[in-house]
């Protein structure tokens, strides 16, 4: 049996005062009542490795949308995403094909898409008449009628690691394989703040100023290193040495662009450069480089 | 008369899995008797490591998957450790123990809540919730409820959990502190503070919701217990070690053959590979793979999966200039199979077997964790790693979803070869050159479909196994002449047989 928003609430309420749940979660739940839908969202998974939709799951602020629930909520109609739809097999494909049929969507993708094989290295699923879609057609079909395409991690937006020599795959990003514009919330993973900071600017009509390769400028106006509280310390001669600087053992922060060490990661909990351990540059085109640990090593030599 | 079902995408599950199932009519029960399990998605990670940095493995195959990063970069630093016959640091030994039980502890939550619940609960009334099969929902209208609101409060766990080896590890997913030598983050004392709080928060969850919920589940749907056995053989490479050279670990490493007996020795040695059923050329069958060299053949009649099959105890037969091969046995790996290893779990070999000894371990891993913190002390976490010139090595550990392994070839300082093989290679292989399905497709067999348009059944058994088809499906690449799959080159194999004794 299906629970009604209005049921879900106040089940939600009963459970939570026996389990002792705080404030933030019924607040949540009570928006929902009043806001009950939001912009359509597809999200796609290609050439990825889930972690970016793992990595929105660990969103958390004291702003409003406060945790990945309360966007599912509260601020899109997120009505196809692999990993958290109810829907499977050709109840999931109806969706899809539903979706594509119309326009006005939000189109997220996570990962880069594979053409090798005339796109087999990757499906999206089988239509009802038994044909399989590859992810290729299925990106192709859904960014035509899209309102906007959000490329969710470094993967969607320039190929990332699938993509780096000697790219297997044939994988291309979502502009090259579309032809159209695409917002580039860079990272392996990206950062939960930069998708729900898109997305609210995407649902409030808000301008984003993006830089010249679709990075929104808010998010990635400045290097990882500018920002960076070690900056002016001491340089670290390893690993494990806590509150120094890592430029000489190969950190790409100078060369990043990121708020990293603003937002941190986890809920402030930590972020690469404060566990004394290199940025390995994750939110840049050119992702994974050809070396990720050392200021020295060439693949090529 | 045989109706064939396809399901694809089969969701709530890491990656992309195709499952097609032939159901008919067995004693006047609707009942699955042919199932497939197909991975569509490769990227070829072993050609994009070639070459490359040593260092750089860690972080490079955390990204074959965003929801066992954990396991792959511990499973990467143990093998370029093992290549230059290095132990990392105690107190390195025991962070990556938390940050990789962290992972287990999020990863088990996430799968119970967000990806297998709402094949037996109907969610809130809107999506991604909605729509939901309909079939087959037996818990009452207040029960559901408060399984639903627990989806929600589960979310907020496995975040925490994320949290809690994040203090640690950097940042989750792909925690950048797993380095070979040791790892990067010092145990600061206000850290190991902030982790066993998040740990008691998180041992209460487990105690009085997670467990008790799935008790609950195992109450509604008994029947459950008796439907997914499959093959009944069960493999695990042991985890979470509990001294310097790992003979000692939380979870040992061993086999179950048939469902029954005492554990087995693993020998790595003893693995190889069918690609009958995969989309490579024949002239590979069955090779152990670290002799295995595949080539792609796309399309390629009577193949249906980029998975090769992975096979335990295989054997060969000269008959004259005409060998013979029988490929060994196939191994279900996970949860289940670790804890039987153990001891811990031998109820029975179901879907709800699945789910109660992924609950059970979960309790285990983060009881095991509280005391871990306390062991931290003031010595070194890293020593300096110097990449050898020319060496092998390799590294057996365990992903939440089961058993992990890679392998390395060093040749001029470089990466010259690269392999992984990943728990739902063996979970969701296809058939073997025997023609002997995959554990998956083994399981499904004989589960009933009650209703031809909403195969709920069929989902539960395939999310089970939590498939993780983001590691399964990264193994192949294309390029032509070139291996494609394989385990790799391990050398140093009287280490490998004498670790496997290691209990």
Known sequence: MTISRRQFLEL????????????????????????????????????????????????????????????????????YHPNLMAAAGKSAAAIAEEIAGGSGHILAVEGGVPTA????????????????????????????????????????????????????????????VTGRPTLNIAGCPTHPDWIVWAIGQLVSGAPISVDSYGRPAALFGKTVHELCPRREREEASTYGQDYLCLEELGCKGPSTKGNCPITLWNGRANWCCDSNTLCIGCTDPAFPFTNLRSKTYAIDD | MPSTIKIDPVTRLEGHLKIEVTVDGVAGAQKVVDAKATGTLFRGFEAILKNRNPL???????????????????????????????????????????????????????????????????????????????????????????????????????RKAHEMGALFGGRLPHPPAFVPGGF????????????????????????????????????????????????????????????????????????????????????????????????????????????GVTQPVYPKGGAYSWLKAPRYGGASRRKGKR??????????????????????????????????????????VAQAMDVWATQLGSGPVYQQYVTPTSASGFGLTEAPRGALGHWVDISNGKIGNYQVLTPTCWNASPRDSAGVPGPIEQALVGTPVANLDEPVEVLRVVHSFDPCLSCAVHVMRPAEGSKIFALGHYHGEDEVHEHTHSH
Request: glycine share 8%; with cysteine; hydrophobic share 40%.
């Open chain 1, 117 to 176: 094989f005339g796109g087999a290295a990757c499906w999206a699923w089988t239509r009802a008449d038994g044909t399989d879609v590859t992810f290729q057609q299925a990106v192709t079909m859904l960014a035509a009628n899209a309102a906007q395409i959000l490329c969710i991690g470094t993967c969607a937006a320039w190929g990332g690691i699938p993509a780096a020599l000697p790219n297997p795959t044939g994988v291309r990003s979502v502009r090259e």
């Open chain 2, 323 to 364: 060998v013979t091969v029988t490929p060994g046995a196939p191994y279900e790996t996970g949860p289940l199979a670790r804890m039987w290893v153990n001891g811990e779990y031998t109820r029975g070999i179901s879907v709800m077997d699945r789910h109660a000894s992924r609950a059970q371990e979960t309790l285990k």
């Open chain 1, 12 to 79: 939600f309420r009963n459970s939570a005062a026996a389990l002792g749940v705080g404030a933030v979660n019924l607040s949540v739940l009570e928006k929902a009542l009043a806001q009950p839908g939001g912009p359509t969202v597809i999200w796609l998974q290609g050439s990825a490795c889930t972690g970016c939709s793992v990595s929105l799951l660990n969103r958390i602020s004291s702003t409003s949308p406060s945790t990945t629930a309360d966007v599912l909520i509260n601020i899109i109609n997120l009505r």
């Open chain 2, 184 to 291: 990067t983050t010092t145990p600061r004392p206000e850290r190991i503070t902030k982790f066993r709080a998040y740990l008691a928060e998180l041992i209460a969850f487990i105690n009085n919701v997670y467990l008790p919920d799935v008790g609950a589940l195992a109450n509604a749907y008994a029947d459950y217990y008796s439907i997914g056995r499959g093959h009944g053989n069960l493999l695990a490479y042991g985890v979470f070690d509990l001294d310097g050279a790992g003979q000692s670990k939380l979870l040992r490493r061993g086999r179950i053959l048939g469902g029954t007996g005492s554990a087995l020795a693993v020998d790595p040695k003893a693995i190889t590979e069918s690609v009958t059923y995969s989309w490579y050329s024949d002239t590979t069958n069955n090779l152990s793979p670290s002799s």
């Open chain 2, 56 to 158: 750089d493995a860690p972080d490079i195959t955390q990204r074959i998957c965003g929801v066992c990063p954990v396991s792959h970069g511990l499973a990467a630093s143990m093998t370029l450790e093992n290549a230059a016959g290095v132990t990392a640091p105690d107190n390195a030994r025991i962070m990556r123990n938390l940050v990789l039980g962290s992972n287990f502890v999020q990863s088990h939550i996430l799968h119970f809540y967000h990806l297998a619940v709402q094949d037996f609960v109907s969610g809130p009334d809107m999506p991604p919730w909605q729509p939901n099969w309909a079939a087959d929902k037996r818990f009452d209208a207040a029960t559901s409820g408060v399984l639903v609101s627990h989806y929600v409060q589960a979310l907020e766990m496995r």
